[in-house]
């Protein structure tokens, strides 16, 4: 049995983290919990940075790996996003639709569908790049070069579980 002045001290901090005081019971201690929930933030924080370009995470994703990579298969970049070929299509379909992306038919494969960055697209990918760059270093800020590194490599080794 928790003594009152270990849980007085666990509900504060539950409070202190989390807008309400509720007792989480256990869920605040869940790792998947906290990355969704640090992943949440962090998402705000790029919709408030990015605001009137109206470019989503996924969107400028697309946009990023086509303008670096003209001519890229549609579904190479679906694949490098872990994206399924419906969600890839309707994405793709979106910013054709404004004007950000062509899409074309590959020479070497009929099946195939290149993209490329139409003028538009890279004007507003760079206005979008430039955001990002405040974005990231809000972010970075709360850490230092140490822990940076350690939370690029701890993340990278999570993503990996999809391998």
Excluded: C
Excluded at 66 to 85: I, T
Excluded at 115 to 125: D, E, K
Excluded at 155 to 161: A, E, F, K, P, S
């Amino acid at each position: 049995m928790a003594s009152r002045r270990s849980r007085s001290v666990q509900t504060a901090s539950v409070a202190v983290s989390t807008p309400s005081a509720l007792d989480f019971a256990g869920l605040d201690q869940l790792l998947g919990y906290r990355l969704r929930r640090a992943q949440g933030a962090v998402h705000r924080d790029y919709l408030a940075t990015l605001g009137a370009l109206k470019l989503t995470q996924k969107q400028t994703a697309v946009m990023w790996l086509v303008q670096g990579n003209p001519g890229v298969a549609q579904g190479a970049v679906g694949n490098a996003l872990g994206m399924d070929r419906a969600t890839m299509m309707a994405l793709v379909d979106r910013l054709e639709a404004r004007g950000l992306l062509r899409r074309s038919h590959s020479r070497i494969d009929a099946r195939r569908r290149e993209l490329h960055a139409t003028p538009a697209g890279m004007q507003l990918l760079q206005a979008v790049r430039d955001r990002i760059d405040r974005h990231e270093s809000r972010i970075k800020r709360e850490f230092n070069p140490a822990e940076l590194r350690t939370l690029q490599r701890l993340l990278q080794r999570l993503q990996d579980l999809e391998r």
